[in-house]
């Protein structure tokens, strides 16, 4: 079993502090770094692409651009520039975004399951090659094809947490990205759900990657820190989420998701996380090995 490993850039930490993050897990050999596009904090493709360019061998995903706030023509066109000035390196996903957050910008709207699912199929198609005509609920293409489509197939990743939506990923994108809030166990039915949906959808029941966040903390005071931020978010301390401890504590977490079905895992430092730049030498150089 071959578990990628990844870790979060928080957008809590300031936008300027991104190059220090990324030079660290470059030079430390970290799979991939993963950003998010959190309102009202840092833009997903605007430092996607910043941290492309700062590094050399790192994969750069950005998990997720809400949908309601982009233009699938937009989404299409600045995937395609960063998969052909990067060819191999950006991992993009998409999903419904905060519905709180969508409607302080006047972005709601009233079927996010449908716009998820109408954005996907349209962006897969542009980056393809193809040429898109669609009038749904919330798409609409008149005969647009993009100039500079990724020279090669890319694969499209979706969030989801509700079964609904992790179905659709399994139907219409090539990847599914889950939140740490999710356990082993929900792992397991997320990869049910997902193989439902593509099996819908006439596609081939396997092929399709599942990207999972798993909190971590590490070092002093990792445990505190670790049920502080659970219980901020609203779970128990010991809601068996999430993992507090040295490198191979953090492993052995890694590698019960991985059982259950993620082929990646991407530690996310906890909020307060005191060293971003540490953090990531310390998944690269202490835990990566232990997963070999």
């Not at 910008?105 to 897969?124: I, K, N």
């Not at 399994?170 to 990869?191: F, K, Y």
Request: one cysteine or more; glycine letters at 12%; proline letters at 6%.
């Amino acid at each position: 079993m071959t578990t990628t490993l990844g870790a979060v850039f928080r957008p809590q930490l300031a936008p300027e502090r991104l190059r220090s993050v990324v030079r660290a897990a470059d030079a430390a050999g970290l799979d991939e770094l993963w950003l998010w596009e959190d309102c009202f904090r840092e833009g997903g493709i605007s430092t996607g692409a910043a941290a492309l360019a700062w590094s050399e061998r790192l994969r750069v995903g950005i998990g997720l651009l809400p949908v309601p706030l982009r233009n699938v023509a937009v989404t299409a066109m600045e995937a395609a520039s960063l998969h052909r000035m990067f060819p191999g390196r950006p991992v993009l996903g998409v999903g419904h975004g905060v519905q709180d957050w969508m409607g302080q910008v006047g972005a709601r709207v009233e079927s996010p399951l449908t716009l998820l699912r109408e954005h996907l199929l349209a962006l897969r198609a542009l980056l393809a090659g193809e040429t898109v005509t669609t009038k749904g609920r919330y798409v609409a293409l008149d005969d647009v094809t993009l100039d500079w489509p990724p020279p090669g197939p890319v694969d499209v990743f979706a969030g989801g947490m509700g079964p609904r939506t992790v179905r659709l990923t399994g139907e219409a994108a090539d990847g599914t990205i889950l939140t740490a809030d999710t356990s082993a166990d929900g792992v397991r039915q997320a990869c049910g759900l997902i193989r439902e949906g593509r099996v819908a959808a006439g596609r081939a029941p396997d092929g399709h990657r599942v990207v999972v966040y798993l909190l971590t903390a590490t070092g002093d005071g990792a445990r505190e820190r670790l049920e502080a931020e659970l219980v901020a978010e609203g779970h128990a301390a010991d809601a068996g989420l999430g993992v507090a401890g040295d490198a191979r504590a953090v492993a052995d977490a890694v590698r019960r998701l991985a059982e259950a079905g993620a082929d990646t895992v991407v530690l996310q430092p906890t909020g307060d996380e005191p060293d971003p730049e540490g953090f990531v030498r310390f998944a690269a150089e202490d835990v990566r090995p232990l997963l070999a």
